[in-house]
């Protein structure tokens, strides 16, 4: 199975919906990175791995703090690479990345591809990556069956939305309202209509997010796609020395 086909396969898998689960690679600390996703992996469907960034541009308070302690902490594209090689096969949910673009140019998308693969990475997400630029990136990646996800917002014209759920690997990722992560609690009116969409113009997963915190936004979301993100909330579980996994589990709610 492709490493892209891996993704897919784990969300469609899922009990549902599906939890996509965010973490800073290195936050609180790095000595504790490679436990904290042992556990995140066990309790979530897929496991998106923040590479931190001076400028994260599509992050809340939450993850730009979380991103600024790593990097203090000395957090490299190349450590993370690293600590996943070394812990490969202990992962239990399909690994993926999300970075900025620059960290990604500054490696080479060659070697990228190659040491992601040693690493055990199914996919990337480049939030500032547009769709007609990705090209490069997505072949090198693409020689080794890895996926880049591609994103629609509420905000995302039908023709655009058409072309980036037929072009997206491993899932869509559909932000559930403009703005940056973590900050209203609330869910848009019209999440339906608009997850409905979405839905209806992809073959892969759609998993939705941005502000989720509660089993009852899960659940909210979870109605209307395959699976849920959670970012920012997590990331302050971490930071409170809080077990992510419990936290995770809990988002869920009752056993059915």
């Known amino acids: 199975m492709q490493p892209h086909e891996r993704i897919a396969a784990s969300l469609r898998a899922a009990q549902q919906p599906a939890l996509v689960a965010f973490l800073t690679a290195g936050y609180p600390t790095r000595s504790g990175f490679a436990d904290a996703l042992r556990a995140i992996s066990r309790a979530a469907d897929a496991v998106e791995i923040g590479v931190p960034f001076s400028d ?9 703090r979380s991103s600024e302690t790593a990097i203090r902490n000395g957090v490299t594209l190349a450590w993370i690479l690293e600590e996943l090689a070394r812990g490969k096969g202990s992962f239990e949910a399909p690994l993926l990345l999300m970075s900025y673009l620059n960290p990604l140019l500054a490696f080479g998308f060659e070697a990228l591809a190659e040491r992601a693969v ?3 990475v199914c996919g990337f997400m480049v ?3 547009p769709y007609e630029e990705c090209a ?15 994103f629609v ?13 037929g072009e997206s690997e491993g899932f869509v ?3 559930t309202r403009t703005g940056i992560t973590g900050g209203q609690s609330s869910l848009p009116s019209d999440l339906a209509e608009y997850l409905g969409g979405v839905k209806a113009r992809s073959q892969l997963p759609v998993c ?3 502000g989720v915190r509660t089993p009852e936004q899960v659940e909210l979301i979870g109605a209307h ?7 920012s909330a997590l990331v302050e579980v971490l930071e409170s020395g809080e077990d992510p996994g419990a936290f995770l589990e809990s988002l869920r709610g009752p056993a059915q």
Do not use: E, K, N
């Open 56 to 64: 994260p541009m599509a992050d809340g308070v939450t993850i730009q």
């Open 118 to 120: 040693a690493a055990d």
């Open 127 to 129: 939030p500032d990556l």
């Open 136 to 150: 490069p990136l997505r072949s090198a990646l693409g020689r080794h069956g890895i996926a880049l996800v591609q």
């Open 153 to 165: 917002t509420p905000a995302t014209p039908p023709q655009r939305m058409d072309l980036l759920c």
């Open 173 to 175: 990722y559909a932000v």
């Open 208 to 210: 939705a997010g941005f």
């Open 225 to 231: 796609a395959d699976g849920v993100i959670v970012g």
